[in-house]
């Protein structure tokens, strides 16, 4: 048998690559692993985390806002956004440092460097041009940032990996893209004080959620002051002497800014990683094609997380690098269902949701329950603040599954956790409806919906 360096080498530092690396040590392999940038992945460094941050700092001028309602007087205020990014830097290396020392404790040696494959055995270090051989190798390199490089200009724009890091806060941005980083980034934007425009080239925010809560979203945008723009798309970006922007659009405006951010999507990061040595197959948009069990074309090589552009999300690329592990060197063969996941988006309102969509229900069966509920969320009726909550559960008519749960409104990130749990077991209208209600809460409405708003029958 080939004496290789490592039983597993992973490209690739962030969630996926590091539970995998961790596990298969756990499970008795000489593991190593490397990363080009900070370990921790985008998620850590920048990406979820810090973004959850910015949305906390964000919500603050409405809570100001709405104490007063409740009796209390909030004397003067001020935000400093050095303060912000300094603090939130100093918990991405806290953060950072945990990834490092629990790859350490597992005896995964860890190289700073970026690296590419040679052969379907063997990567190179660029930063010493060392070559190590490995019997497995795992790509775990993520995804980042798209621009639209035919759009004139693009060099004056930012993403969402520069807006963490910006020197200086800007009094008027534009956000182009409709997906949940631009959505998340307008209302962060918008909460810390920026005169904020989305700009999106389809008919509504948020494609490939449940249309009534995109409505939802970019309704209550607007009621926060976000000037979000449909069916139009940037044609050129022009800087001024004075260093601020202007964005000329296809539908003929003109839009002033002192930022642009482009948050138009997410490539895998598979250019210049030696793909084409190692016989990697990839798809139309650069793409690892992989099988259920995450292995590529090449028997020796394996790929998981946003790289192979299944479910873009990092707890799932957490599961796909435990499952590779206890798959490869754990003898427990299991994979990923990627069929039934709970998300967030953490918009302002947030959103929450599990399974599936009315539209993708109707592509199952034609019948179908329809519950839904739109109200004042407790808090409001003191703060007075103009802002609803919508809950929305879809119901197999014949069979009274629940398909699927979607929710607008605080905290709906948390409820669609415990959401996933209910939808994973198979539970039913009728489980819903013996449940007693927790009072007073707006998730007791979950409970409470006894009449379908709309039955739909083929």
Known sequence: MTDYDYDLFVIGGGSGGVRAARIAATHGARVGIAEEYRYGGTCVIRGCVPKKLFVYASKFSEEFEDAEGFGWSVGERGFSWDKLVAAKDQEITRLEGIYRRNLERTNVEVHDSRAVLEDPHTVRLLSTGQTLTARYILIAVGASPNVDNSVPGMQHVITSNEAFHMTEFPRKVVVAGGGYIAVEFAGIFNGLGADTTLIYRGEEILRGFEMDLRTTIRQEMEKKGIKVILGDAFSAIEKESDGSLTGNTKGGKSLAADQIMFAIGRNPHTSDLG????????????????????????????????????????????????????????????????????????????????????????????????????????????????????????????????????????????????????????????????????????????????????????
């Open 275 to 458: 793909l084409e040595k190692a016989g990697v197959e990839i798809d139309r948009i650069g793409a690892i094609k992989v099988s259920a069990d995450s292995r590529t074309n090449i028997e020796s090589i394996y790929a998981v997380g946003d790289v192979t552009n299944r479910a873009n999300l990092t707890p799932v690329a957490i599961r796909e690098g435990h499952a590779f592990a206890d798959t490869v060197f754990g003898n427990n063969p299991w994979t990923v269902d990627h069929g039934l996941i709970a998300t967030a988006v953490f918009s302002q309102p947030e959103m929450g949701t599990v399974g599936l969509t009315q539209e993708q229900a109707l592509e199952r069966t034609p019948n179908l329950d329809i519950y839904k509920s739109s109200f004042r969320p407790m808090k409001h009726t003191l703060s007075g603040r103009d802002e609803k909550m919508l809950m929305k559960m879809i119901v197999d008519a014949d069979t009274q599954k629940v398909l699927g749960v979607h929710v607008v409104g605080p905290d709906a990130g948390e409820l669609a956790q415990i959401l996933g749990v209910t939808l994973q077991m198979g539970a039913t209208k009728a489980d819903f409806d013996r449940t007693i209600a927790v009072h007073p809460t707006a998730a007791e409405e979950l409970v409470t919906m006894r009449e379908p708003t709309e039955q739909l029958r083929g």
